[in-house]
């Protein structure tokens, strides 16, 4: 298993386009989930998958977001309308989780190297 | 909802030498982990190191330690014997531990850049 996988690493686009990212978790976890970074910031929570069951979703992640996990296994995240303030890094991370009764010290995230979106 | 305060938006440190990068958090949990992450320049997230709170011990990967104080919300690390390839972007980061659905999200800081000078 190579990681946890994202495409395309670099996006540019113009603003009112729509893009998609394509997340690729290591395969036996069931956890994913997606953040989004700032230049010279720390990430922020944007949604997470247990399985192919979204569980939560940030106020960060507005109507013009979309994210799916249609089989538990990759993932995807759509922005329609790019704003220039969608311009960031996509960082998408996934675990295992052990569930009920297990240490739940095991899930420790592993994260994928981004997918960098400039809206111009 | 918690937080993650990391203050020192730079730190640079000589090779060898031993640096210590300071975080501070606010919760109202009492169980929970406490994470270091490194992220090189445009280079992908990886873990360095993770405390438990309940843990009294401190806990040390090789040379990494921390040095958590659960009643000052603190949770500071060390690096002892700097190398080049310790130039990173470091943030702190909290994950409630209480169960339920939510608890595997992370919240991070704002980071800290170091650099380490031969």
């Known amino acids: 298993d190579t990681g946890v996988s994202q495409d395309p690493r670099h996006k540019i686009t113009k603003r009112g386009q729509n893009v998609t990212f394509r997340c690729d978790p290591i395969?036996?976890?069931?956890?994913l989930y997606w953040y989004r970074q700032t230049l010279g910031q720390g990430p922020e929570f944007l949604t997470y998958?247990?399985?192919?069951?979204?569980?939560?979703k940030s106020r960060l992640l507005s109507d013009r977001f979309s994210a799916e996990r249609p089989k538990g296994s990759f993932s995807t995240l759509e922005i329609q309308r790019t704003e220039q303030g969608d311009s960031a890094m996509y960082l998408c991370?996934?675990?295992?989780?052990?569930?009920?009764?297990?240490?739940?010290?095991?899930?420790?995230?592993?994260f994928g190297a981004g997918s960098r979106l400039t809206v111009l | 909802a918690q937080t993650v305060t990391q203050s020192q938006p730079e730190m640079s440190v000589q090779e060898a030498e031993t640096v210590t990068l300071s975080c501070t958090y606010d919760?109202?949990?009492?169980?929970?982990?406490l994470f270091w992450y490194k992220q090189p320049p445009s280079r992908q997230m990886i873990l360095v190191i993770r405390?438990?709170?309940?843990?009294?011990q401190n806990a040390t990967e090789n040379r990494f330690s921390v040095n958590f104080q659960k009643a000052a919300k603190s949770f500071s690390l060390k690096i002892s014997d700097s190398q080049l390839g310790d130039a990173a972007m470091y943030f702190c980061?909290?994950?409630?531990?209480?169960?339920?659905?939510?608890?595997?999200?992370?919240?991070f800081g704002q980071g800290t850049i170091l650099t380490v000078h031969p």
């Open positions: 991370a996934s675990s295992l989780d052990h569930g009920r009764g297990i240490p739940s010290g095991a899930n420790v995230l592993t």
């Open positions: 405390q438990e709170a309940y843990k009294q």
């Open positions: 980061a909290y994950r409630r531990n209480a169960g339920g659905t939510s608890y595997g999200k992370l919240t």
């Open positions: 395969s036996e976890h069931n956890r």
């Open positions: 919760t109202s949990e009492s169980d929970y982990y």
């Open positions: 998958f247990q399985n192919e069951a979204q569980l939560e």
